[in-house]
């Protein structure tokens, strides 16, 4: 795989991954109402979720340097984020706004096709 290219997918996905999770943790009403508006708000759900993402979010910005973690990490985050798509596809009628809910699951399929592909790469750099 193409070591700079890897490397900015990869911070890009981390730092997505980070920041959304300090959003979740800090701002759960706003987060919720932007993002995750599935019915009545869960405010520990939501935290919950935050520090999912910021796990993932932090083992995919250490994999940046650290090329040996980029594999395992990178499975971890396609097996988390491809479930949490089905998640959404499963839940689509509840979502508030289908809109929302239909471009939330469009871009966790996307996204998790991108991990899926980095990680399958990132075998070669193990």
Known sequence: ???????????????????????????????????????????????????????????????VRRTSWRTPVLVVATTWNGLHAVSHLVDLAEARSLVVGIGEAVLLVVGTGVLGFLAFASREDA
Do not use: E, N, Y
């Open 1 to 63: 795989m193409r070591h700079r290219l890897a490397s900015v997918a990869i911070a890009a996905f981390g730092g997505l991954f980070a920041v959304l999770g300090i959003w979740a943790a800090v701002g759960s009403g706003s987060f919720a109402r932007a993002l995750a508006d599935f019915g009545p708000q869960d405010d520990h759900l939501v935290h919950d979720f935050g520090a999912a993402s910021i796990a993932i979010g932090a083992g995919l910005l250490l994999a």
